[in-house]
Structures are given as structure tokens and as C-alpha cells.
């Protein structure tokens, strides 16, 4: 024996139901009295939607032109929850996440783009990478290179530090100027 719908929905997870039952439409011939009708049922899938339209209907099972354009309603009609829009979401949520952390560590990334910028900067002017200088005693070249990478380390930090900043600083505040009316 098959559980009833309110039976079914009170013993299982409502997100869960929602994203196995689906909208089905069809057009039932209900006899020359009753005439062609739209129905609408939630079933899980299509013979699942046939065999609850036949019960409502009263119908005959092996009489198959009573049923007809049996078919599953689109998602975009459907008011109904579903995982998609869950996960969604949570994308939204994610990418909103991960660019208010990118604001909020905005100096260090300028400090460290500007770090290896000037790292390539050093080792063109001097010819020389950190490996190479701890094996040679080349100081001028490794004074030049940290000096380099130092300096655009810091360039870029407060660079950062003054963008957001400039972004962060309070609106200008707006004067109402009325002009005096004459005695």
C-alpha cells in the first residue's frame, strides 16, 4: 500500500519533497457530458501523474485517449523552492564573500603584486635571482634588488591603503543654500 501525499510530506524533509515532485499538465477527456478539461498534478514523474489523473477522474486505465498531452510544467512557471535556487544562492553568497575579503585584504595584495613586480624589476636591472645571490657576495646587487622590492612593497600597500581609503571616507556633506528674501 502507497503512503498518502500527507502521510508522505509529514515524515520526509519539505526541501526534499519539493525538489523530487514535479508539476505535470495534460488535457483529460472527461465523456460528453463533462467534456475536455486542463488538469494539473504534482506527481514525481510521468506515469506517477497518469495513474493520479485516472483516480481524480475516475478513469479507464486501458483507454488511453482520455489523457492527452501529458507533460511536465516548466521551472520558470513553478513558485515552487528548488535546489537550484539554493545553490544559487550560496554561489551569490560565496562570490560576495570572497570580494569583501579581497577588499578587506586590498593593501597586502597590492603589497604583494607589487613585491614580485619589483622582484622582476631587480632581477633584470641586476642580472642576478635569490638564488644566485646566496651563492655569489654580490652585495650591490643584493642591496639593489631588496631596495627595489622594499620600496614597491611599500608603494603598493599604501596604494591599497589609500584606495580603500578613498573609498571608505564619509560623503561630503551637502549645505542647502536658501536665498533671503528681501524686507
Do not use: C, H
Amino acid at each position: 500500500m502507497r503512503p498518502s501525499g500527507l502521510f508522505f510530506i509529514s515524515f520526509t524533509s519539505p526541501i526534499k519533497t519539493m525538489s523530487q515532485t514535479k508539476v505535470w499538465t495534460a488535457k483529460v477527456w472527461l465523456g460528453s457530458t463533462g467534456g475536455e478539461i486542463d488538469a494539473e498534478v504534482n506527481a514525481n514523474n510521468i506515469n506517477q501523474a497518469r495513474e493520479i489523473l485516472e483516480r481524480r477522474y475516475s478513469l479507464d486505465p486501458n483507454d488511453l485517449n482520455q489523457i492527452r498531452n501529458l507533460k511536465q510544467k516548466s521551472n520558470w512557471s513553478n513558485s515552487s523552492s528548488s535546489d537550484t535556487d539554493v545553490e544559487g544562492s550560496a554561489a551569490l553568497i560565496g562570490i560576495i564573500a570572497v570580494l569583501a575579503l579581497a577588499w578587506w585584504l586590498l593593501p597586502w595584495m597590492l603589497a604583494g603584486g607589487a613585491i614580485y613586480g619589483g622582484y622582476k624589476l631587480s632581477k633584470k636591472i641586476t642580472g642576478e635571482d635569490i638564488d644566485s645571490l646566496g651563492k655569489k657576495s654580490n652585495e650591490k646587487a643584493a642591496f639593489t634588488m631588496a631596495l627595489i622590492v622594499a620600496l614597491s612593497g611599500s608603494v603598493g600597500f599604501f596604494g591599497g591603503k589609500a584606495i580603500k581609503g578613498e573609498f571608505n571616507a564619509p560623503a561630503p556633506a551637502v549645505e542647502e543654500v536658501v536665498p533671503k528674501e528681501d524686507l
